[in-house]
C-alpha cells in the first residue's frame, strides 16, 4: 500500500498519528494521552478530510 495511516509513540510518551505516502511524511498531529484519541483522530480525518475546502493562500 502506497499510503497509511501510522500510530506511534513519541519521545514525550505521546500518541502522534502521522500520514505516509511512500516513504514520505505528509503530515503529522498533535500528541494524544491515549491510543483510543489517537485512533479517534483517524476516524475524524477520514470522514471530514474528503469534504474539506482548499484554501489557498499562494
Given at each position: 500500500?502506497?499510503?497509511k495511516?501510522?500510530?506511534y509513540?513519541?519521545?514525550?510518551?505521546?500518541?502522534?498519528?502521522?500520514?505516509?505516502?511512500?516513504?514520505?511524511i505528509?503530515f503529522?498531529?498533535?500528541?494524544?494521552?491515549?491510543?483510543?484519541?489517537?485512533?479517534n483522530?483517524i476516524d475524524?480525518?477520514?470522514?471530514?478530510?474528503?469534504e474539506?475546502?482548499?484554501e489557498?493562500n499562494?
Amino acid at each position: 500500500m502506497a499510503h497509511k495511516f501510522e500510530i506511534y509513540k513519541d519521545k514525550a510518551g505521546e500518541f502522534r498519528v502521522r500520514f505516509r505516502y511512500n516513504a514520505e511524511i505528509l503530515f503529522s498531529t498533535e500528541g494524544y494521552s491515549s491510543k483510543a484519541s489517537a485512533k479517534n483522530a483517524i476516524d475524524s480525518i477520514k470522514k471530514n478530510g474528503p469534504e474539506a475546502p482548499i484554501e489557498d493562500n499562494s
